[in-house]
């Protein structure tokens, strides 16, 4: 499975921007995988921001990020969203989607230790 990672770019604070990921390849079908995205600012370690789980539209986020920021997901696009508002400069990062084979419906992860896959990252800078 191959993730393309998009919709990153500059943007003012209080502004809004939404990432993509898309999945393709063989193997598993979509609404096998469980998903998840974290970020990495520079000289910090990847964290956690946002996950979902493979049914039922179970959502968990970073405290930073609740209120703020809507994981979904679009089974028919095999694709999975992170619609950002109210962006503020400390979520200037990469942010990099996950991808597991989650083994029951209901859950998610907050943590990379599960992930099988990865996009490549887009960056994310916003500008106070």
């Known amino acids: 499975v191959q993730l393309q990672a998009s919709g990153g770019g500059l943007v003012q604070a209080e502004g809004s921007l939404r990432l993509s990921c898309a999945a393709s390849?063989?193997?598993?079908?979509?609404?096998?995988?469980?998903w998840g995205w974290f970020r990495q600012a520079p000289g910090k370690e990847r964290d956690f921001v946002a996950a979902i789980s493979r049914s039922y539209g179970i959502t968990y986020y970073a405290d930073s990020v609740k209120g703020r920021f809507t994981i979904s997901r679009d089974n028919a696009k095999n694709t999975v969203y992170l619609q950002m508002n109210s962006l503020k400069p400390e979520d200037t990062a990469v942010y990099y989607c996950g991808a597991w084979t989650a083994p029951s419906m209901r859950v998610v992860s907050t943590t990379p230790t599960p992930y099988n896959y990865w996009g490549q990252g887009t960056l994310v800078t916003v500008s106070s």
């Open positions: 390849g063989r193997g598993r079908t979509f609404t096998s995988y469980a």
